[in-house]
């Protein structure tokens, strides 16, 4: 490392500047994968967070929760071959509702559950709702917002269904909307508004079983299928696409970034011709110049990362609520760790051509 230091030393601005680059390149790959992660959570978090890892739905509803329809007597074959508490039931309906005194329309999603099962919501602030008492909700904390504050009443003024507001969940969140708990009595209010119709349905039934019981419960239910929750969330509208699109912005990052470095590298090295040519002369061998220009590119891009890493969080600190963002500290190592390994490839051009460098042609050349 002495020849590295002593370089970097010496050429302070030239190797700034290709610091400077790999920090903003690092930075954008953290900020894009924040809005990843965030625009995630914004998604999908009331699924990401539930303790039910698979979902019985109808097998027409390709895999989506508000496709799919099961019915009372079905959820009641279901409840034989679980345990009591394994699974419950999942009603889902996107709505636009009001605060009641005023027009301004607000987009949720109703998530009707069990009050005591596995799906309930953990409440931050006021109250649980409960399964007897009727028009009572739990809603997320981004209603906030909204103006939504505890005691205030929700409608929706298409079927004049109103609910109170007695707690306050936090990252229950659906398809970039915010959720609303409620019992499976108002469900059945909400959902027969039409005199004629009595029966009762859901959207899906959550389990909480072991992957060694699915096949067992498959054989025993029929006409449903049971999907994973991962399958769930990769079939939330938008989901995947949105997704998809952010990660190959990433991927495309990283290959930006391997051929950034490579290319600045390797011109430095060309320029460094004559020189590792008396350096080999006068008996450095090639090794050593390589694990010089490694630990360089090593040096480098440490610095680069933590100090994108530390612009992250200050980025996070000046964005605004509205932007869903979120920091992940898996998601630093994973890609820190990813940026050290496209770094060091990228100098395996540069390591290629100092190992070409013959001493006697080298200095020959020099001027």
């Given at each position: 490392m002495f020849l590295a230091l002593r370089e970097l030393k010496f050429s302070k601005l030239r190797y700034f500047l290709i610091g400077f680059i790999m920090i903003l390149i690092a930075w954008l790959v953290f900020i894009i994968s924040g809005l990843a992660?965030?625009?995630?959570?914004?998604?999908?978090?009331?699924?990401?967070?539930?303790?039910?890892?698979?979902?019985v739905i109808q097998p027409d509803a390709e895999n989506k929760l508000n496709r799919s329809q099961i019915t009372d007597e079905q959820w009641k074959e279901i409840q034989k071959q679980t345990s009591?508490?394994?699974?419950?039931?999942?009603?889902?309906?996107?709505?636009?509702?009001?605060?009641?005194?005023?027009?301004?329309k607000m987009d949720i999603t109703i998530f009707a559950t069990d009050a005591s099962g596995i799906l309930a919501p953990i409440v931050v602030e006021g109250n649980q709702?409960?399964?007897?008492?009727?028009?009572?909700?739990?809603?997320?904390q981004s209603l906030k917002q909204e103006g939504i504050q505890l005691g205030d009443w929700i409608q929706d003024p298409e079927t004049e269904q109103k609910w109170k507001v007695v707690g306050f969940t936090e990252g229950?969140?659906?398809?970039?909307?915010?959720?609303?708990?409620?019992?499976?009595?108002?469900?059945?209010?909400?959902?027969?508004?039409?005199?004629?119709?009595?029966?009762?349905?859901?959207?899906?039934?959550?389990?909480?079983?072991?992957?060694?019981?699915?096949?067992?419960?498959?054989?025993?239910?029929?006409?449903?299928?049971?999907?994973?929750?991962?399958?769930?969330?990769?079939?939330?509208?938008?989901?995947?696409?949105?997704?998809?699109?952010?990660n190959m912005m990433i991927a495309f990052l990283f290959v930006i970034a391997s051929f950034v470095q490579a290319v600045f590298f390797y011109v430095i090295t060309l320029q460094k011709t004559n020189q590792f040519g008396v350096l080999k002369a006068i008996g450095a061998k090639t090794s050593y110049l390589a694990r010089s220009l490694i630990g360089q590119v090593i040096l480098l891009t440490i610095v680069a990362i933590l100090l994108s890493i530390g612009f992250t969080y200050g980025t996070q600190q000046i964005l605004p609520a509205s932007v869903p963002f979120k920091i992940e500290t898996e998601t630093f190592i994973l890609f820190s760790g990813l940026l050290l390994v496209v770094s060091v490839l990228g100098s395996l051009l540069s390591l290629y051509r100092i190992a070409k460098v013959d001493a006697v042609e080298a200095i020959g050349r020099a001027e």
């Amino acid at each position: 490392m002495f020849l590295a230091l002593r370089e970097l030393k010496f050429s302070k601005l030239r190797y700034f500047l290709i610091g400077f680059i790999m920090i903003l390149i690092a930075w954008l790959v953290f900020i894009i994968s924040g809005l990843a992660n965030g625009l995630s959570s914004d998604n999908a978090s009331a699924l990401q967070n539930m303790k039910a890892d698979h979902f019985v739905i109808q097998p027409d509803a390709e895999n989506k929760l508000n496709r799919s329809q099961i019915t009372d007597e079905q959820w009641k074959e279901i409840q034989k071959q679980t345990s009591i508490h394994a699974s419950a039931p999942l009603g889902l309906k996107i709505l636009s509702v009001t605060k009641m005194g005023t027009k301004d329309k607000m987009d949720i999603t109703i998530f009707a559950t069990d009050a005591s099962g596995i799906l309930a919501p953990i409440v931050v602030e006021g109250n649980q709702f409960n399964n007897t008492t009727k028009q009572e909700i739990v809603v997320d904390q981004s209603l906030k917002q909204e103006g939504i504050q505890l005691g205030d009443w929700i409608q929706d003024p298409e079927t004049e269904q109103k609910w109170k507001v007695v707690g306050f969940t936090e990252g229950q969140t659906f398809s970039h909307s915010p959720v609303i708990f409620m019992n499976l009595k108002d469900w059945e209010s909400l959902i027969h508004t039409n005199p004629q119709q009595k029966k009762i349905y859901y959207s899906a039934i959550a389990l909480q079983i072991e992957n060694n019981q699915v096949a067992n419960l498959k054989n025993e239910v029929k006409d449903m299928d049971v999907i994973t929750k991962d399958e769930a969330l990769q079939n939330i509208p938008g989901y995947k696409e949105e997704q998809g699109s952010l990660n190959m912005m990433i991927a495309f990052l990283f290959v930006i970034a391997s051929f950034v470095q490579a290319v600045f590298f390797y011109v430095i090295t060309l320029q460094k011709t004559n020189q590792f040519g008396v350096l080999k002369a006068i008996g450095a061998k090639t090794s050593y110049l390589a694990r010089s220009l490694i630990g360089q590119v090593i040096l480098l891009t440490i610095v680069a990362i933590l100090l994108s890493i530390g612009f992250t969080y200050g980025t996070q600190q000046i964005l605004p609520a509205s932007v869903p963002f979120k920091i992940e500290t898996e998601t630093f190592i994973l890609f820190s760790g990813l940026l050290l390994v496209v770094s060091v490839l990228g100098s395996l051009l540069s390591l290629y051509r100092i190992a070409k460098v013959d001493a006697v042609e080298a200095i020959g050349r020099a001027e």
